[in-house]
T-cell receptor, first 112, second 112 residues
Framework: NAGVMQNPRHLVRRRGQEARLRCSPM?????VYWYRQLPEEGLKFMVY????????ESGMPKERFSAEFPKEGPSILRIQQVVRGDSAAYFC??????????FGSGTQLSVL | SQQGEEDPQALSIQEGENATMNCSYK?????LQWYRQNSGRGLVHLIL?????REKHSGRLRVTLDTSKKSSSLLITASRAADTASYFC????????????FGTGTSLTVIP
């Protein structure tokens, strides 16, 4: 049973481009969470999704950021028109139900 | 903000010593969890303690929870160099569904 898979591992974008981060949850997990981490800081909650539904997006900026978790395929975190301040590590986690989270290895986004 | 806070921010000890980290939070919780993060990696779940529990053990880990003080502590006994990592507490709050709030972390260095 593979763990939570995130890709790409590293993503470099120029200002104004789009960034797409993918997350495949563990098999059987229907809850997906996205977190953002800046160096030397904790994880900041962004969005919580279940299949085809956004349950809580209170931590996600209203503009430029969107997330989806379709019926088939991975969850996608999309950042449009990236700016330097978007540079961070983005972690995805999944869980089968309320309880512990299983994390992916993260995507390090660098905006030039 | 419902984000937890860990204390201390950084801790350096000799191998074999015990390490204690604390976490404080602000509002009532369903459960509290501790996670470990090695540099550049995703978080790994260590232990979960429910709001009606006061103490829990797992190997060399001991977690306590004091809901009256809204605080938890993580004790690592007989530390090893391999325990060097950042440790985060995450709180699952009663009124926010399945959203997990992470603290800022304690960076532990175990000197061989």
């Amino acid at each position: 049973n593979a763990g939570v898979m995130q890709n790409p591992r590293h993503l470099v974008r120029r200002r104004g481009q789009e960034a797409r981060l993918r997350c495949s949850p563990m098999k059987g997990h229907s809850h997906v969470y996205w977190y953002r981490q800046l160096p030397e800081e904790g994880l900041k909650f962004m969005v919580y999704l279940q299949k085809e539904n956004i349950i809580d997006e209170s931590g996600m900026p209203k503009e430029r950021f969107s997330a989806e978790f379709p019926k088939e395929g991975p969850s996608i975190l999309r950042i449009q028109q990236v700016v330097r301040g978007d540079s961070a590590a983005y972690f995805c986690a999944s869980s089968p139900q309320v309880g512990k989270l299983f994390f992916g290895s993260g995507t390090q986004l660098s905006v030039l | 903000s419902q984000q937890g806070e860990e204390d201390p921010q950084a801790l350096s000890i000799q191998e074999g010593e015990n390490a204690t980290m604390n976490c404080s939070y602000k509002t009532s919780i369903n459960n509290l969890q501790w996670y470990r993060q090695n540099s550049g990696r995703g978080l790994v779940h260590l232990i979960l303690i429910r709001s009606n529990e006061r103490e829990k053990h797992s190997g060399r880990l001991r977690v306590t929870l004091d809901t009256s003080k809204k605080s938890s502590s993580l004790l690592i006994t007989a530390s090893r160099a391999a325990d060097t990592a950042s440790y985060f507490c995450a709180t699952d709050h009663s009124n926010t569904g399945n959203q997990f709030y992470f603290g800022t972390g304690t960076s532990l260095t175990v000197i061989p």
